[in-house]
């Protein structure tokens, strides 16, 4: 593990599977929508925070990694975060419509 971190692009890849992994998830329960909405609500609850550190790790160690592939997972991280970002501020905006 202490070898795991200290690689800086193994840390920013990881990070950049799980948070595809986790918007796949989040995706696809709201297009299923087999779930009722209390579920898909604690599922949020969950998920988000997770999302939110994860990239946020992976934006971080995105600093540290030397050579050509620092610009793009820089900006991969930093969409990701601008997506979730987005995400939280509709969430917060229409919560007031929903019945």
Same mark, same amino acid.
């Given at each position: 593990?202490?070898?795991?971190?200290?690689?800086?692009?193994?840390?920013?890849?990881? $990070?950049?599977? %799980?948070?595809?992994?986790? /918007? +796949?998830?989040?995706?696809? =329960?709201? =297009? =299923?929508?087999?779930?009722?909405?209390?579920?898909?609500? &604690?599922?949020?609850?969950?998920? +988000?925070?997770?999302? &939110?550190?994860? &990239? %946020?790790?992976?934006?971080? /160690? $995105?600093?540290?990694?030397?050579?050509?592939?620092?610009?793009?997972?820089?900006?991969?991280?930093?969409? $990701?975060?601008?997506?979730?970002?987005?995400? %939280? /501020? =509709?969430?917060? $905006?229409?919560?007031?419509?929903?019945?």
């Amino acid at each position: 593990m202490e070898k795991f971190f200290k690689d800086a692009l193994k840390v920013s890849i990881a $990070s950049l599977v %799980i948070s595809i992994t986790l /918007y +796949v998830v989040l995706i696809a =329960l709201f =297009l =299923l929508s087999v779930v009722t909405a209390n579920i898909f609500g &604690t599922v949020i609850k969950i998920i +988000v925070p997770i999302l &939110t550190l994860v &990239t %946020i790790l992976g934006f971080i /160690y $995105s600093f540290f990694i030397k050579g050509k592939q620092k610009i793009p997972f820089l900006t991969l991280h930093f969409v $990701s975060l601008c997506a979730l970002s987005f995400g %939280i /501020y =509709l969430a917060v $905006s229409f919560q007031g419509f929903a019945p």
